[in-house]
């Protein structure tokens, strides 16, 4: 099962998404995206953050890892 759940800081889309592996624990998943009235949206994929036992923790995990990523390019 993969669940998706948007999220708005400081002018980025935050989707983070988890999605379960054969083995049973969960991928930390991201999208970000910047709307740019010059240009298209910038989007930043990155997959397989880290792992979870949870769906709920790799979603967090993410969201987390998302606000961090903003708040250090300033």
């Known amino acids: 099962m ?3 759940h948007t999220h708005h800081y400081q002018g980025y889309a935050i989707r983070p998404s988890a999605h379960q592996l054969p083995d ?3 991928s930390s998943n991201l999208l970000l995206e910047r709307p740019d009235h010059r240009m298209n949206a910038q989007r930043y994929q990155f997959y397989s953050l880290d792992y979870f036992k949870s769906e709920e923790q790799a ?3 993410s969201y987390i890892w998302a606000r961090n990523w903003v708040d250090t390019r300033g």
């Open 2 to 4: 993969q669940k998706n």
């Open 24 to 26: 049973g624990f969960f």
């Open 59 to 61: 979603l967090q995990h």
